[in-house]
């Protein structure tokens, strides 16, 4: 199997992708399934988080601040936002899931709260904008979690839906060059979604060499790491495809750079 390509565990904690384990420098990625009474704990020092309720209600507690029903989607698939919380760099926070939750914990290095990003937050839903990316068969629904617009110090967070038949991420572009503004050097996972859950979306990830050229199949809660290289998404007809994408580098700017060999279809009118 593709190093790229992680399945999920059958236990509470679905996922666990640590700079280490993926091979890189920034993002780290985990999510967790808890019942309705369980609690997470989580702190890293040196890297800040962003909590994300995928579905489910939750309390959540940082320091002396305790934010009461956030998220409260029972699916990621309705057009609503998830509840999200900003935890600067070592701080602790803790979790109380108020019913059945899917949490992700997004995380990357951070200054702490004496550090640009501020103190613990609630992310206000109407901070998170919405976006419709592409035309006919290329269309996606784009919701903007934690954007370069809010506060953090190297998180970006978004998550996007895309219908049945459709494309994303796509043309194919990459951001693996440290060389704003015309480029910015992000790693990023992908955490897939797909309803039906018997489904499956494809989704290549390959540089201009080829000297990184996989294509996996991923089926629902799997993780695909995209270190390098362009990395579009196809979903199958009959399946609606969502995505949770987390990047960071060294620079918290998204600029990408599109596939030459595919940007013309960008002027097709």
Not at 65 to 76: A, C, E, F, I, N
Not at 85 to 114: F, L, N, R
Not at 224 to 247: A, F, I, W
């Amino acid at each position: 199997m593709s190093k790229l390509l992680i399945k999920p565990a059958a236990q509470s904690q679905v996922h666990q992708v640590t700079p280490q384990s993926a091979g890189w420098s920034y993002v780290g990625f985990s999510v967790h399934d808890l019942a309705q009474g369980q609690t997470l704990e989580c702190q890293q020092q040196g890297r800040e988080l962003c909590i994300v309720i995928l579905t489910g209600t939750a309390n959540i507690t940082v320091g002396e601040q305790t934010w009461l029903k956030v998220g409260g989607r029972t699916s990621v698939f309705v057009d609503q936002p998830p509840g999200a919380v900003y935890v600067p760099a070592s701080e602790m926070v803790k979790i109380e899931a108020q019913d059945a939750i899917e949490v992700a914990v997004c995380s990357a290095p951070g200054q702490g709260k004496h550090g640009s990003n501020g103190e613990a937050r609630l992310i206000d839903p109407n901070t998170m904008s919405q976006e419709v990316r592409g035309q006919t068969t290329n269309t996606r629904y784009v919701r903007n979690i934690l954007p370069e617009t809010q506060a953090a110090d190297s998180l970006l967070v978004v998550e996007v839906i895309t219908p049945s038949g459709h494309w994303s991420s796509y043309p194919p572009h990459k951001h693996d060059r440290d060389a704003s503004p015309e480029e910015t050097l992000l790693e990023e996972t992908y955490y897939h979604r797909l309803n039906p859950p018997s489904g499956y979306a494809h989704q290549r990830v390959y540089t201009d060499d080829r000297s990184l050229d996989e294509t996996l199949s991923a089926q629902d809660r799997d993780v695909v790491l995209v270190p390098k290289g362009y990395h579009p998404v196809g979903v199958p007809h009959g399946y609606t495809s969502y995505y949770l994408n987390v990047m960071a580098g060294p620079t918290r700017q998204w600029h990408f750079f599109n596939d030459p060999a595919h940007e013309w279809m960008l002027e097709k009118k």
